[in-house]
């Protein structure tokens, strides 16, 4: 993974120096709360409901297993003992004191980490496939052009104070799991006819308030021109989105305005003048920072293992967790490991100090020391040996990070909410626990198949409630917190937006909302159909007619 060098070191120990003292002169008095604001979100800080909350860049998701140690002790020492990985595969503290802050920023620049640009109206963390690098379906590895964007958009600056904030994503595989539809920016990385390295980019997605997919800006981009292209697109949305109404300041609002065909035509215009500029990428640069993404050390391994083989067939917990959390690799011999943040019953993301060290610990063990964060909350081990996997599951369930349920539906991707975000309507959190115990059968999980619930606790979307096969949405109602549910919604090459199904619901009534969903899919679907394949089969009518039919007699009853 990337290393700093000199200048990332100098540049984040100058930040941390920076911070410490305009902290001392806020809570000395000699800032005002409107002077301090912009400068405690340029290093990460929100003030939420209860207690600031701190968030930490983890840049395209990857991570050595010092650096999450280093995380595990920050949040023992400076909060609560735990923290949340968001689905933009950072990790954010929701209890820190604010005069620890500075003390925590440096010790996060001891192991190469910052907290720069992941709030404010800038550039924030470029994201992409938590598998990248070992993903059979690769055609390009992204993460050297990840890294890229990420050094050439950190502290730029003619884009540190755009209309709002701006997300990009990027992604090399044939099946798209970085979601790139639905950012500001997505680039989707391919090889042309002549075996050439190729963009085709997408603008204007977006999953907040009025939710969007991207349109195609570009079918075809060299590569050494993803740097002046994206610059072309930030210009014109720098200079015409708008700044008077906070709602409509993202980027999808300009594209929907204007069209994208003019849109396209004034980011042409604006490229002629930066296409050949000093960020045209060279093949040094990019050779320069492949470097840090080599290939692993791997062993020349047989495809197959014996004792693995030997401990599915004897073993059915375990094998239920391999068909969930294993994943190919490109490298024979070596798998994929995905460690579930959602165990039932607990926050989805959360992970504690102690798991954090465990992990840690797994890495240097199993996984040449280092691991991945993904959009969907949860912890990756990208290396592991086939002969490994019945060790490391051993080690991994034991302190609760062995749940069987990756695609499943407790595999619930969900924001913070009302518990924690003072931008929430409602709280998401107590929504997701109660979900996951009313489907506490695991069986019954792996029989109905995969299906992905997404909750956000307000129209920001943070949980990505618009692309969940069931999405739910929490709104207010006359002070009190309801839930607006959708389903239809899928991120992937064939993403799509969730259809909102009628009225709102109480807190209490969301289990059961989603198992009338479910039953409906059970009853319907056909021998290879997963939950979203016969939504857009039969549409969203006989989902709704059962939900609020049982609704409505319910509600007989309680008036009888």
């Avoid at 909060?79 to 954010?92: K, P, V």
């Avoid at 967790?321 to 039932?344: D, E, F, N």
Wanted: hydrophobic letters at 40%; aromatic letters at 8%.
């Amino acid at each position: 993974m990337y290393k700093y060098d000199k200048i990332d070191q100098t540049n984040v120990d100058e930040r941390v120096a920076q911070f410490r003292d305009q902290t001392r002169r806020f809570l000395a008095g000699e800032l005002t709360d409107d002077e301090f604001r912009p400068l405690r979100l340029r290093n990460g800080l929100y003030i939420q409901r209860y207690a600031p909350m701190f968030r930490i860049a983890v840049p395209y998701g990857m991570l050595a297993s010092r650096q999450l140690r280093k995380l595990g002790d920050i949040a023992k020492r400076y909060d609560r003992g735990y923290g949340h990985f968001s689905t933009r595969q950072n990790l954010q503290l929701n209890w820190p004191k604010l005069e620890d802050v500075p003390e925590m920023l440096a010790e996060l620049a001891t192991v190469e980490m910052h907290a720069i640009q992941t709030s404010g109206n800038c550039i924030r963390n470029i994201t992409t496939d938590q598998f990248a690098g070992i993903a059979p379906d690769e055609v390009i590895d992204p993460r050297a052009m990840a890294e890229i964007l990420r050094q050439w958009s950190t502290f730029h600056p003619e884009f540190a104070l755009l209309p709002r904030k701006f997300k990009i994503a990027v992604s090399g595989t044939k099946q798209d799991r970085a979601v790139v539809q639905a950012h500001d920016i997505g680039m989707e990385f391919y090889l042309d006819a002549n075996n050439q390295v190729a963009i085709k980019v997408w603008v204007g997605g977006g999953l907040g308030r009025t939710p969007i997919l991207g349109s195609v800006i570009r079918e075809y981009l060299e590569w050494q021109h993803a740097l002046t292209y994206c610059e072309a697109i930030i210009r014109v949305y720098n200079l015409h989105g708008r700044r008077d109404n906070i709602f409509k300041a993202r980027i999808k609002i300009l594209v929907k305005a204007l069209g994208i065909d003019e849109f396209r035509r004034q980011v042409e215009a604006e490229w002629l003048h930066l296409k050949d500029s000093p960020n045209t990428i060279t093949e040094a640069e990019l050779k320069r920072v492949s470097q840090h993404f080599e290939q692993m050390p791997y062993e020349v391994l047989p495809a197959h293992n014996a004792s693995f083989d030997a401990a599915i067939a004897s073993n059915p917990a375990f094998a239920a967790w391999v068909k969930r959390c294993v994943h190919p690799h490109k490298q024979p011999g070596y798998r994929a490991i995905t460690l579930s943040l959602k165990p039932h019953g607990k926050a989805p993301g959360d992970a504690t100090s102690e798991q954090m060290h465990v992990v840690a610990d797994l890495a240097d063990q199993y996984s040449f020391g280092e691991l991945r964060v993904s959009h969907e909350q949860n912890l990756i081990l990208a290396d592991v040996k086939l002969s490994d996997l019945f060790a490391l599951w051993g080690k991994a369930r034991k302190h609760g990070l062995a749940t069987p349920n990756i695609g499943l539906l407790t595999d619930i991707i969900c924001c913070p909410g009302g518990d924690f975000c003072s931008l929430a309507n409602a709280k998401s959190i107590p929504i997701a626990e109660a979900i996951q115990q009313q489907f506490d059968n695991l069986d019954y999980l792996h029989d109905i198949g995969e299906i992905e619930i997404n909750i956000s606790g307000c129209m920001n979307g943070c949980g990505h409630h618009s692309v969940g096969h069931i999405g739910i949405l929490g709104v207010d109602k006359d002070g009190s917190e309801w839930y607006q549910v959708s389903i239809g919604g899928k991120q992937g090459n064939d993403a799509s937006l969730g259809s909102v199904i009628g009225p709102s619901f109480a807190a209490e009534e969301m289990p059961d909302v989603v198992q009338r969903l479910i039953d409906v899919y059970v009853q319907q679907r056909t021998p290879e159909e997963r939950f979203i394949d016969t939504v857009r089969r039969l549409g969203i009518a006989p989902f709704k007619a059962r939900v609020y039919a049982d609704k409505d007699v319910h509600k007989e009853v309680a008036h009888a």
